[in-house]
């Protein structure tokens, strides 16, 4: 047992796998096996009282519905059981750690909840006049302007609905920015290590991806970089801190030479948490990067969304910013929403999405930077560094950290899976964690690393829940290397065993059907 | 700082196990020139929590809501009343503070709730599959001529002129980037849509047809026509549904032969948000299936033979295709398409159809009664909720005096067509089970006053 670890609780253990006798209805005492709503419910149930409908000349036209719909109806306990049941079977932040990397997860405040509840947010609609929505307008505003402080950059849009919309908001900028200078350049540089969303982004605003190489450091190889720019290059999009967890030391030599060469520079702002506060990307010459509010400021994942991807942007690319946003006039608070309202607006490349964006996640953000602050913010990186590094010194030596030589990590350790077990991988231990009432990290991303886990501590994290993690994440690497042949088959206590997906895609069953039909469908 | 566990002694001791001599010693790679010595100036330091729930409540106070106000606005975020369960599940924190389930041994409380989603979309919407949802209706709407095109390797899409038009700015957007033409038209202040020129311009070119169903002025009408002449052309049909109530008490898009259904769910569930966040509503025919956009999840059966749920068919997608994958959404809209499935379980058959009725008849009334104003003209023949008057003057300054007489009266065709002066008279109205017969009333009064 490493010294390391003493302060981590370790409660005492029953013997692994014993689940007890088999039980008539399947469940085991807070272990609640539920059935699908398409099985318990009935279209003759409701859980809505209504009020009668006056009785009127139909105006449907000829279009009145006449086939049932198929959809089954719950009374309210029953809903509310339901869907209480499933959630038992999710695991959560408030449950316990879930140290995804490059995802930050870390708490989510219920302070956040309850402001994006108030009427006055939650219970306007986007295209009233503008003059009975001045508060919500001036959380957009203010939200913007901490954003681009932060950032030290010139304008931020506020409307991409999540991460990847953000990134093709800052490339279709990028685009706008070349067109307008007739300018037709053909290619986007990204790191192999990069998310799947850049070059996918790429791609569809219509450029071809070729990849950067990289260093044994992990870092971008500058001067490979300067010898592939050329004037087809019409960008990189550099992720910084980049997803092996490491500080793109040469950023500012990046920028300067993509811009010397008549490109622009896409940083993937999802590592922001890293240095916020301590660092602004705009110091660093970058022209466009999203933020996600769901990661750095701390909206709830939600299970999957939604996010929110506003994007800062440059002097040289804020002109072409999408629309809508919102000004100020004085005390009062304009939407502009059209190409052709104030001259000054013309370049915009044009809309993404209907009304404004992620309202209620604004709302959510502005509380949680504000009651950080400026001081508070600098210190959220600073923490969630500390904790990366705490975890990767704790565990490079029962786990092959490969850029552990390459300097301080940031906001995320990351390992490898070599020195396992002949026929032993990271999915392995991923699943082990489970037992253990982790959620695994990231797992096989970056590529660039063979069996790659990415490890994502965050701010929100005490030392005393580290330490245990660190306990359970040695005892299940020690596990994987010694081929225990249990951990093979983990996990043992979560609500399922290990999922067939390969059947899963093979004969896709994407929603439910009667079983004689499914049968028939086969 | 209430966020933040570490103490200044755990600090000081994780540092030791690191062998750093201070936090700067692990911010050593950023290069000089770009650290800050202290907190950025010009920014507040933090705040207590009720300090900065005062602030918002200020703000809050600020605007007008839909509930205090008679409140009359749809073309595209409707109004309606979320019964109490709803927001309360959707906060349990094992919904809220979940991450997407890629880990399905611990996610399938999520992932049964996606199952039960997508099938009930897929019957919502008369088509055989549906997926987790999309970011909101305008971005699955680009999304499915995006597949269209993928689908039938055509480019020009044929866009109805009753398309709302955020929606056809967005696909205006992406087009320029992927080469796809849009054959686009304003709408006129008339009963009749423009059907007649989508069946006309349907050729051996044409990708897709796009027809909002009901449409922005509240229109509605059979689709099967040109779903026919689409086919007939090797086109596909792709219909957008931005007020799925609707669909409680008129026929399914699929069952006029759409072959892609997309809709905005925020009407069941979500609430209006100020425009956000919404839920992106995604369906097809089965054989499309692998040309989708976004997370799908299947069932499929654990170790030990029992069912359960995963996320499938991830070749089509970012994280495993990268630049081949059929789009580069990431993520879905999970907790609002949750907040949508529970309202949909609460309604079920029954209450849907139950409050579609309601709004349809309510909305008879409401228009019957506004267009006995002098000079107030009803547009539509058909409609469901939502219906477009014809004002004897421009709407979008008797919108705003309304608004001073505490009446939210519906959205005005200058405030979504600025630049058109034949639609500058429209007024959009949405009528739901949340305006009382006072409220219209009310309406009725204070339009005939603005009008006066």
């Known amino acids: 047992m490493s010294t390391i670890n003493q302060s981590g609780w370790k409660p005492e253990m029953g013997s692994a796998g014993d689940t007890g006798p088999a039980t008539y209805t399947g469940n085991k005492a807070l272990m609640l096996e539920e059935a699908l709503i398409f099985e318990i419910g009935t279209s003759g149930t409701t859980g809505v009282d209504l009020a009668d409908a006056p009785k009127v000349t139909s105006r449907l036209g000829n279009l009145a519905r006449h086939r049932d719909i198929g959809l089954p109806g719950l009374s309210e306990p029953e809903t509310v059981r339901h869907y209480t049941r499933l959630s038992r079977q999710n695991y959560a932040i408030d449950l316990g750690f879930f140290p995804l990397g490059s995802c930050t997860m870390k708490h989510n405040p219920r302070l956040n909840e309850k402001v994006a509840r108030m009427e006055g947010f939650a219970d306007v609609h986007p295209l009233q006049p503008v003059e009975t929505v001045q508060g919500a307008l001036a959380v957009i505003h203010d939200l913007a302007h901490w954003l681009v402080t932060l950032t030290g950059m010139k304008a931020v849009a506020m409307s991409p609905k999540a991460g990847a919309h953000g990134e093709l908001c800052g490339i279709l900028a990028i685009r706008a920015a070349l067109t307008a200078r007739g300018d037709a350049r053909s290619v986007i540089l990204c790191p192999e290590s990069a998310h799947g969303t850049n070059p996918a982004t790429a791609a569809f605003a219509g450029y071809a991806v070729e990849n950067i190489p990289a260093t044994s450091e992990g870092r971008v190889d500058l001067a490979a970089l300067k010898a592939r720019l050329g004037p087809d290059v019409a960008g990189v999009m550099i992720t910084n801190p980049n997803t092996c967890g490491l500080f793109e030391r040469d950023m500012r030599e990046i920028s300067d030479a993509v811009h010397a060469a008549g490109g622009y520079v896409y940083c993937d702002g999802a590592n922001f948490n890293a240095i916020v506060g301590r660092v602004r990307p705009g110091d660093l010459g970058v022209d466009a990067m999203h933020i996600n509010l769901h990661k750095t400021f701390s909206t709830p994942h939600g299970g999957g969304g939604p996010g929110s991807g506003p994007v800062v942007l440059s002097e040289a690319l804020a002109p072409y910013a999408p629309l809508p946003f919102v000004d100020k006039d004085g005390d009062h608070y304009r939407l502009v929403e059209e190409e052709t309202t104030g001259t000054h607006h013309g370049a915009s490349f044009g809309r993404m999405v209907a009304f404004h964006g992620q309202m209620g996640m604004f709302t959510r953000a502005l509380a949680y930077i504000m009651s950080h602050g400026a001081d508070g913010l600098r210190q959220v990186a600073e923490d969630a560094v500390l904790n990366a590094n705490y975890l990767l010194r704790s565990l490079e030596d029962v786990l092959e950290a490969p850029f552990a030589h390459s300097g301080p990590c940031m906001h995320e350790a990351l390992f490898s899976d070599n020195g396992l077990a002949e026929g032993f991988s990271t999915l392995d231990i991923a699943k082990g964690l489970i037992d253990e009432g982790y959620h695994p990290m990231t797992v096989y991303f970056p590529l660039v690393v063979h069996g790659a886990m990415l490890v994502e501590p965050t701010e929100t994290e005490s030392k005393a829940t580290l330490d245990q993690f660190i306990g359970a994440m040695r005892s299940v690497a020690e596990r994987a290397k010694s081929g225990d042949p249990a951990l093979k088959s983990a996990p043992h206590h979560a609500p399922r065993r290990r999922l067939d997906e390969t059947q899963a895609a093979r004969k896709p069953v994407l929603v439910w059907r009667e079983p004689e039909q499914a049968v028939a469908a086969e | ?452």
Request: proline residues 4%.
């Open chain 2, 1 to 452: 700082m209430r966020y933040l566990p570490l103490t200044p002694s755990d600090r000081q001791a994780m540092l030791g196990v690191i062998g750093a001599q201070s936090i700067d010693d692990l911010f050593v790679d950023v290069p000089a020139h770009a650290q800050l010595d202290g907190p950025i100036p010009g920014l507040p330091n933090h705040a207590s929590e009720m300090a900065v729930e005062r602030h918002f409540s200020e703000l809050a106070r600020q605007n007008m809501t839909a509930s205090h106000n008679p409140f009359f606005l749809g073309a595209g975020a409707y109004k309606h009343h979320v019964p109490a369960s709803v927001d309360h599940i959707i906060q349990r924190g094992e919904f809220l503070t979940a991450y997407t389930p890629y880990q399905p041994e611990i996610a399938q409380g999520t992932l049964q709730m996606l199952f039960e989603f997508q099938t009930q979309v897929a019957r919502l919407f008369g088509c055989d599959v549906a997926n987790a949802s999309m970011y909101d209706g305008s971005t699955a709407c680009w999304e499915a001529i995006g597949m269209a095109g993928r689908i039938t390797k055509r480019t020009k899409a044929l866009l109805s002129s009753g398309l709302h038009p955020h929606y056809v700015s967005v696909a205006k957007t992406m087009a320029q980037y992927t080469g796809d033409t849009l054959d686009i038209k304003l709408p006129e202040l008339s009963a009749q849509t423009d059907s007649a020129r989508l069946l006309a311009a349907i050729d051996g070119e044409t990708s897709c047809v796009v027809v909002q169903y009901p449409d922005i002025l509240g229109r509605i009408e059979d689709m099967s026509a040109i779903a026919a002449k689409a086919h007939e052309h090797g086109a596909l049909l792709i219909a957008v549904v931005t007020e799925p109530v609707a669909l409680g008490a008129i026929k399914a898009p699929g069952d006029m032969g759409a072959d892609i259904v997309v809709g905005e769910g925020q009407s069941l569930g979500v609430g209006l948000q100020f425009g956000g966040p919404y839920v992106g509503l995604f369906a097809c025919k089965e054989k499309f299936v692998r040309q989708m956009p976004g997370r799908l999840c299947g069932e499929t059966v654990d170790a030990q033979g029992k069912r359960g749920f995963v996320l499938t068919l991830s070749t089509r997608e970012q994280h495993i295709r990268r630049e081949k994958a059929t789009s580069n959404i990431c993520t879905n809209s999970g907790l609002c398409a949750l907040a949508f499935s529970i309202h949909l379980t609460l309604l079920g058959e029954k209450g849907l159809r139950g409050l579609a009725e309601l709004n349809h008849g309510l909305a008879v009334q409401a228009a019957d009664r506004l267009s006995q104003i002098a000079g107030v003209e009803l547009v539509n023949d058909a409609f469901f909720n939502e219906f477009t008057l014809k004002l004897p003057k421009e709407a979008r300054p008797v919108v705003r005096a309304l608004a001073d007489r505490k009446v939210l009266g519906g959205v005005s065709l200058g405030r979504l067509y600025p630049e058109a002066d034949a639609l500058a008279n429209g007024l959009v109205v949405a009528v739901t089970e949340v305006a009382t017969k006072e409220d219209v009333e009310t309406f009725a009064a204070a339009l005939q006053e603005v009008l006066a």
